[in-house]
């Protein structure tokens, strides 16, 4: 202390400046500390983010620039990834919006799409007053969840037929399409034999797979998303997607016509797993006497009320659980197992839906049929339940049938689709399912389980429990 005094008297303006290049060195070397402590921090904070898979989002830049134009998701997903994806309009303004199409002549063609596993609910009623007399060709869609050994010329003339009586005739033709992209190969040349100046127009209900078929189109003729557009229907507000097949027509893609007494309307992305089938359906042949049920699920029952032994074949998703009862027991069996044994509907997925969707419960009788049987070597006719699939009734004599669904579902009646997937001396492999009417007698079941010396004869006690507990 008595040194840096003697050193400040001698010299005291040294002094001064050694003292301020020491308080300088003393910032520098803070500063240098805490610089380095705010990148460690910073350097642990982008660690931490990283390990959280948080994504640090940068500060936008003030532009001039106009704001981007909104577009549709649909216009989305064609722009930025190449995909055309289905959209649809209530069934009135689906008619209302395209009765335009009827007025325009010469040039028009019309491709009308209808899903072969519920074709009269894809079908859309009354379609010349939608079109008026323009070409028309069907595409049946799904044709590969039917049978592999089916007659396709005899599924061509059993399409012609309904369409006539559903009041189209006058078809072009008749193409049978799939998943598949192979099976659009005969579409695909009858585009190539349509003119350049003119334009087909596909149109269908909604879920008939039309998106797909466009898709599958662009990809076959290499047609990037780049080239196609987004443009009105003449004379509408309808927004389609549009593209130029090379050296043939323009080819337009219309949303899809919603049709609300489809079941497949009214269930979620998880019942609808179970109820639409996305592989080749199996027929399922139950023979059974009358005064006997089947629950397709807990979506449909059908009450078999009068007439001799027949078979009824069922074609509907392998994944819907199928459940045979005696039908003076069904109501208490509704009740008691709605939503485990029958299922769908799934009741924590029901209360997912939007409020304006009607509930699929309780099951209503919507129709009771008459017939006249043909026999048994082939069906005399399919009722079918929109969305669910159908039920071809085959055997001899007259019979009573009586057919439950929710409100408002609507359920067909027509001429046998597939009518030989019976048991014939050609279709000796098929499994027929049967059905007991007699109730085991728990007294009397008790009494053959035990000898005389009181012992179960039986190796597996459950066996006994499980035939007593049948409540069928």
């Keep these: 202390m008595m040194k840096e005094e003697s050193t400040r008297e001698k010299d005291p303006e040294g002094y001064i400046v ?39 989002v940068a500060k936008p830049k003030k532009t001039n620039s106009k704001p981007k134009e909104k577009i549709c998701q649909r216009c989305f997903n064609l722009k930025y990834h190449a995909k055309v994806v289905p959209i649809k309009v209530p069934m009135d303004s689906f008619r209302e919006k395209l009765s335009n199409l009827g007025k325009m002549k010469d040039n028009i ?14 079908f859309i009623e009354n379609f010349r007053d939608i079109i ?4 028309v060709f069907l595409i049946v869609n799904k044709m590969d969840l039917l049978p592999k050994d089916i007659s396709r010329e005899r599924v061509k003339d059993w399409i012609r037929s309904e369409a006539k009586e559903r009041g189209l005739s006058r078809i072009q033709g008749v193409h049978l399409a799939s998943s598949k992209s192979y099976s659009i190969q005969s579409l695909v040349k009858e585009l190539d034999n349509i003119a350049e100046d003119q334009e087909v127009f596909i149109l269908g209900a909604s879920n008939v797979g039309k998106s797909t078929l466009m898709n599958q189109i662009m990809k076959f003729h290499d047609i990037n998303a780049k080239e196609t557009t987004t443009s009105l229907v003449p004379g509408t507000t309808l927004n389609t997607i549009s593209f130029k097949v090379p050296s043939g027509p323009t080819v337009y893609d219309t949303p899809g016509m919603h049709n609300p007494h489809q079941l497949t309307s009214r269930l979620s992305p998880k019942e609808l797993s179970i109820v639409v089938p996305q592989s080749r359906i199996k027929p399922q042949i139950w023979s059974l006497n009358a005064g006997n049920t089947i629950y397709l699920g807990g979506l449909a029952r059908i009450d078999y009320i009068e007439g001799p032994p027949i078979y009824f074949t069922l074609f509907v998703s392998k994944k819907l659980p199928i459940h045979v009862t005696r039908t003076h027991n069904a109501d208490k069996i509704y009740k008691k197992h709605l939503g485990t044994i029958l299922f769908p509907p799934l009741k924590e997925e029901q209360g997912k839906l939007p409020g304006d969707i009607q509930p699929v419960t309780p099951l209503v009788k919507a129709a009771t049929h008459t017939f006249e049987g043909n026999g048994f070597r082939k069906a005399t006719v399919d009722i079918v339940i929109s969305g669910l699939g159908w039920v071809a009734i085959t055997g001899p004599g007259k019979f009573t049938i009586d057919t439950w669904v929710p409100p408002g579902i609507q359920v067909f009646e027509r001429n046998p689709l597939l009518p030989f997937e019976t048991p014939n001396e050609n279709k000796r492999d098929l499994k027929i399912n049967k059905h007991k009417n007699i109730r085991p007698n728990k007294k ?7 000898t005389i010396d009181g012992q179960n004869q039986f190796k597996d006690e459950d066996n006994v429990h499980d035939e007593i507990k049948e409540e069928n």
Excluded: Q
Aim: hydrophobic share 35%; aromatic share 6%; net charge positive.
């Design 18 to 56: 050694r003292k301020m290049k020491k308080e300088e060195e003393r910032s520098r070397e803070e500063e240098k500390k805490r610089s380095e402590e705010e990148k460690l921090k910073s350097f642990r904070e982008t660690i931490d983010m990283a390990v959280l898979g948080i994504r640090s």
């Design 109 to 122: 063609i019309v491709f009308k799409m209808v899903d072969i596993f519920d074709f009269h609910a894809s």
């Design 132 to 135: 008026g007399n323009n070409t």
């Design 444 to 450: 009397k079941l008790l009494e053959k389980a035990k």
